[in-house]
T-cell receptor, first 113, second 113 residues
Framework: DAGITQSPRHKVTETGTPVTLRCHQT?????MYWYRQDPGHGLRLIHY???????DKGEVSDGYSVSRSKTEDFLLTLESATSSQTSVYFC????????????FGPGTRLTVL | GENVEQHPSTLSVQEGDSAVIKCTYS??????FPWYKQELGKRPQLIID?????GEKKDQRIAVTLNKTAKHFSLHITETQPEDSAVYFC????????????FGKGTKLTVNP
């Protein structure tokens, strides 16, 4: 599945704690994305990266930060988790020969109590 | 910004019938339109895509059509089978070199045996 993994796959945490999710790719692709998926909302972009140390906000970036210190890893951090951040988080990479083709990681189910 | 509307939100068909899912987009500069299938508990998987220089594309039982003038595109599944049951998402590309996609909210397709 396009050489993309996410860790952890499941996490339960408490309100106010910091949480970091990791996305790792072996495809050497330039673009990486973090989405959240909630019932009735589809997939919404949180942040994306267009290169090492190059990141930008998506449509639902409040409460989240990202970092990309090397091509293969894209980290999503919730500085102080809230219950509204309970969701399934998907990482994606832009791959293929024609750009725009995004392939998704397996997802991380995060529950904030 | 780009907005993608997807209809219907749920669709139930009998095995062997056809299914059609429709999406509209707002940004006339969008030039890439993928469709994803997501089975329960799994990651979204790219099933077919179309670019703005093509009006129709087929891959076995699935096809996508694009009407740039009307800014809408559709997914057609013929001879549906129970394994086609899933949530389907359409998406449209954003311009500006970000390689970003905006997703519709999804259609839950149920194929009844």
């Amino acid at each position: 599945d396009a050489g993309i993994t996410q860790s952890p796959r499941h996490k339960v945490t408490e309100t106010g704690t910091p949480v970091t999710l990791r996305c790792h790719q072996t495809e050497n692709h330039r673009y990486m994305y973090w989405y959240r998926q909630d019932p009735g909302h589809g997939l919404r972009l949180i942040h994306y990266s267009y290169g090492v140390k190059d990141t930008d906000k998506g449509e639902v970036s409040d409460g989240y930060s990202v970092s990309r210190s090397k091509t293969e890893d894209f980290l999503l951090t919730l500085e102080s988790a809230t219950s509204s951040q309970t969701s399934v988080y998907f990482c994606a990479i832009n791959g293929g020969t024609s750009h725009n083709e995004q392939f998704f990681g397996p997802g991380t189910r995060l529950t904030v109590l | 910004g780009e907005n993608v509307e997807q209809h219907p939100s749920t669709l139930s068909v009998q095995e062997g019938d056809s299914a059609v899912i429709k999406c509209t987009y707002s940004d006339s500069a969008s030039n890439y339109f993928p469709w994803y299938k997501q089975e329960l508990g799994k990651r979204p998987q790219l099933i077919i895509d179309i670019r703005s220089n093509v009006g129709e594309k087929k891959d076995q039982r699935i096809a996508v059509t694009l009407n740039k003038t009307a800014k809408h595109f559709s997914l057609h599944i013929t001879e549906t089978q129970p394994e086609d049951s899933a949530v389907y998402f359409c998406a449209a590309s954003l311009q500006g070199g970000s390689e970003k996609l905006v997703f519709g909210k999804g259609t839950k397709l149920t194929v009844n045996p």
